[in-house]
């Protein structure tokens, strides 16, 4: 079954500073692969995904992610951190049998300072 | 515009009583879902449905039922509210196919008191 990780419930970084939140899957098919950002009081809205097609993946709001299959890893990153990017982040995983649901990680938290 | 909504974004209720969450969309998703978000933002699947008449148990067990006799309706009701259900309640929808993310709705924040 898939199963994504992710590393560190809290991020904290200072405006303009580099943004890395790390999200590893588990999978024994080719994976599709999913960012979503979750905003005080929203619902989810999806960042970015990964379908097979580029290895470099980029979204909205200058977020970029890269599937490294060697790493079994799906880090999604952003050059310089604006106070609008604090929320939370959930990595996510289709399952590519029965259903075929997304499986979620347990999200991060990006804090970002002045 | 294509959208999923979601009514109430707030509701506080007294135990026992009976309550339904509504959640629509106009994009014609054949796939929708309900999750149960806590404060510790871990997101739980409570509900899924394939299509019409068609409703499944997620991962978490939870004292809700969900009915889908529309493509574009999936409600989610308790028939008695109790404190341990006060929760976000986030309902979502898909596309066929594994390729396709969800479309979330802004969620229910529901408080029993």
């Known amino acids: 079954a898939q199963s994504v990780t992710q590393l560190g419930s809290h991020v904290s970084v200072s405006e303009g500073a580099l943004v890395l939140l790390r999200c590893n899957y588990s999978?024994?098919?080719?994976?599709?692969l999913f960012w979503y950002v979750q905003y005080p009081n929203q619902g989810l809205q999806l960042l970015l995904k990964?379908?097979?097609?580029?290895?470099l993946v980029k979204g909205i709001n200058g977020f970029e992610a890269e599937f490294k299959k060697s790493e079994t890893s799906f880090h999604l990153t952003k050059p310089s951190a604006h106070m609008s990017d604090a929320a939370e982040y959930f990595c996510?995983?289709?399952?590519?049998?029965?259903?075929?649901?997304?499986?979620f990680g347990t999200g991060t938290r990006l804090l970002v300072s002045p | 515009e294509a959208d999923i909504y979601q009514t109430p974004r707030y509701l506080v209720i007294g135990t026992g009583k009976k309550i339904t969450l509504e959640c629509s969309q106009t994009?014609?998703?054949?796939?929708m879902y309900w999750y149960q978000q806590d404060p510790g933002m871990e997101l739980h699947l409570i509900h899924y449905?394939?299509?019409?008449?068609?409703?499944e148990k997620g991962d978490l067990s939870s004292e809700s039922t969900v009915s889908r006799i529309r493509t574009e309706h999936f409600p989610l009701t308790l028939e008695s509210a109790r404190p341990s259900h006060t929760s976000q309640y986030l309902c979502?929808?898909?596309?066929?196919?594994?390729?396709?993310?969800?479309?979330f709705g802004s969620g229910t924040r529901l408080t029993v008191v």
């Open positions: 994009m014609g998703h054949d796939k």
């Open positions: 979502a929808s898909s596309e066929q196919g594994t390729n396709y993310g969800y479309t």
């Open positions: 999978s024994s098919v080719p994976p599709y």
């Open positions: 996510a995983v289709s399952q590519n049998t029965g259903f075929q649901k997304l499986v």
């Open positions: 449905s394939y299509g019409v008449n068609s409703t």
């Open positions: 990964y379908t097979s097609a580029a290895t």
